[in-house]
């Protein structure tokens, strides 16, 4: 299908260097994987979402170094930046899907990480690297504080013991960000840590999950994982806080990469309705279409506005909690997203049903956006707190 063009970025409120990065991604997407049979390759049949030689290409450029500072290899860049990257290379079907979790980590080394660390990992993140996060557990998903896998000091190591559901992208990083519990506390929120375990680590194992988006999320399980004092990110005790100061940077981080696929799409399903002809014309003439195409473009503008708003608020200042802006974002960003491909399948009829068209694996991806990083009822609930109820 040809490919359709987003809004224009100057109408946007970017500046002229934003608007040419985004047309930079846009044209590396094209070049790269722009048929289906180029992305199938790149893929493993659509069922591998990140590639590490496309995620090196990107390093190469400076995009993975986006939020990195120079002095650890990165490229400087701001918040609203990385934004605008993972949207336009969601739309554009980039295959580095682990890049968002990547991000989200990145976000917390930022923020808590050790000189020693950072060099460390977020030299290798700006080479093309991968890294991921723990927090779910087979007993314990949107209720992050009722986890139980635990920490424990021992001879300057620590012990780690339990399991972990749902971690995205494990098996693709060099180190994974384990949420523990390394006290017993009366306070469920307390005594919780943050802990890197490299992927190697002896008693570390983790198993994928067949999905209906592939192999993208694991099953960990820790066995008398040991690992050095200093694996620590931040404060022992303290990973709760930890965590809550990077809510923004996460929900704003899964609202551009759902934006992006929500923009994909709409994309694809407007080159449709302009291609297929039914009754003598293009099906895009018949008004019924025409008003969910309309829908459709007024929503992904609005909600561009929302998310390139609340990055634009954390880059002025990177401390302040956004709980309300940042769960809307996420929020209005993913159920457009599951909007924009449901639409687009009952736009496109049985082609849209069809293995051989794209649109029913934007529906699969696009569904489960509405469940991780904090359900859409998680969202509301939380924006419904803001509002004092």
Known sequence: ??????????????????????????????????????????????????NPEIAKKMAELGWFGLCIPEEYGGSGGTFLDAVLFLEEFTRGQAPVGAYAVTLIV??????????EQKHDLLGRVASGGTLAIAMSEPESGSDVASLKTSAVRENGEWVLNGSKMW????????????????????????????????????????????????????????????????????????????????????????GATALGLAQRAFDDALSYAKERRQFGRPVGTFQALQHKFADMATDLTRTRLLVHWVARMTDEDPGRMLPQE????????????????????QIMGGYGYATEYPMERHLRSAVVTTIYGGT???????????LGL
């Open 106 to 115: 990145t976000g917390a080394l930022n923020r808590f990480g050790t000189e």
């Open 326 to 345: 940042a769960s809307m974002a996420k929020l209005a960003a993913t159920e457009l997203a599951k909007r924009c491909a449901l639409e687009g399948l």
């Open 1 to 50: 299908m040809s490919d359709v063009a987003a809004p224009p970025a100057s109408a946007l409120g970017l500046t002229d260097e934003q608007r040419h990065f985004v047309e930079s991604v846009r044209d590396f997407c094209s070049r790269e994987f722009g048929t289906t049979e180029k992305l199938s390759e790149l893929t493993n049949g659509f069922t591998d979402p990140h």
């Open 167 to 254: 971690c995205s992208f494990a098996h693709k990083a060099s180190h994974v960000l384990v949420v523990c519990r390394s006290e017993r506390t009366d306070n469920p929120h307390e005594g919780m840590s943050m802990i890197f375990v490299p992927r190697e680590t002896e008693g570390f194992t983790i198993t994928p999950i067949q999905t209906l988006g592939g192999e993208d999320t694991n099953e960990l399980h820790l066995d008398n994982v040991r690992v050095p004092e200093d694996a620590l990110l931040g404060t022992a005790g303290a990973g709760w806080m930890q965590l809550m100061a990077g809510l923004n940077n996460e929900r704003v981080i899964l």
């Open 376 to 386: 859409s009822e998680i969202q509301k609930n939380i924006i419904a707190k803001t």
